[in-house]
């Protein structure tokens, strides 16, 4: 075969390829940059909330399978604390919990090193004390929370040098650090984008007793008539 002909072949085979695989790669890349989107409507206005399943995958697949079963209809922001945040999600007007799934998996650190933080109108999920007890109750952060962020674990096993809230440990091995209870941080998985007016009126109301909280209720109930997935 003549050589140059060869060339002009596996050039053109070279481009119609990139080409194709370019073709072939522009969905994906729009998948990888559509998160996807909520509407939290109450009766103190809207909020729409941006999520990110490329981060915090499971987290956001349990949350919106709840707004498919509609759970969060006619729930209320329970506990509200201005310069905290709000939490809301697993309560009805009455105070009657609603049933829930089991608990999802706890993806904090993961989320963190993708860049989610506990910052001013980011989301993450509400829990107990123990890390993997995350089900429907959400929060809103209303200020940055950098302490309900994971604690990163330095490399190495053990740990040659771990510091936390002013105490120096050495040597410990590093499974001990990744099953510390109080490092594990509260999973971000999404954000305000637009409705924080919403969120400082909601953060502002007068609070106190309610149903069988001593603090922190609004004294006007504050409903989540529904959250819908609009894209």
């Known amino acids: 075969m003549n050589p140059n ?3 002009r072949n596996l050039g053109a085979y ?3 390829l990139a080409l194709s ?23 103190m206005g809207e909020i729409m909330v941006e999520l990110y399943p ?21 729930t209320i922001f329970h506990r509200v604390i201005a310069n905290f945040m709000i939490q809301g999600g697993g309560y009805d007007a009455q105070y ?42 959400f929060f809103i952060n209303t200020v940055d929370n950098a302490f309900l962020d994971p604690t990163p674990i330095p490399d190495g096993d053990p740990v040659k040098r771990f510091e936390y809230r002013g105490q120096v440990y050495e040597n410990v091995p590093r499974e001990n650090l990744l099953n510390a209870l109080q490092l594990f941080g509260y999973t ?9 007016d919403v969120v400082d009126k909601i953060r502002t109301t007068p609070t106190g007793m309610g149903g069988t909280f001593r603090t922190d209720v609004p004294k006007t109930p ?3 008539q529904s959250i819908t997935l609009v894209q």
């Open 21 to 43: 695989l370019g073709f072939a790669l522009m969905p994906l890349l729009g998948q990888a940059q559509d998160a996807p989107k909520v509407k939290i409507s109450t009766n």
């Open 14 to 16: 070279c481009s119609a």
């Open 96 to 137: 009657k919990e609603r049933p829930t799934r089991a608990p999802v998996q706890h993806e904090g650190r993961q989320a963190m090193t993708a860049g989610l933080k506990n910052q001013t109108g980011y989301l993450a999920m509400a829990r107990t004390n123990d890390p993997q007890s995350a089900t429907a109750q």
């Open 222 to 224: 504050v409903v989540i």
């Open 188 to 196: 971000v998985f999404g954000k305000v984008t637009s409705g924080m």
């Open 54 to 74: 490329d981060k915090a995958p499971k987290t956001v697949a349990n949350f919106l399978q709840y707004v498919k079963d509609k759970h969060y209809n006619g």
């Open 5 to 7: 002909l060869l060339h």
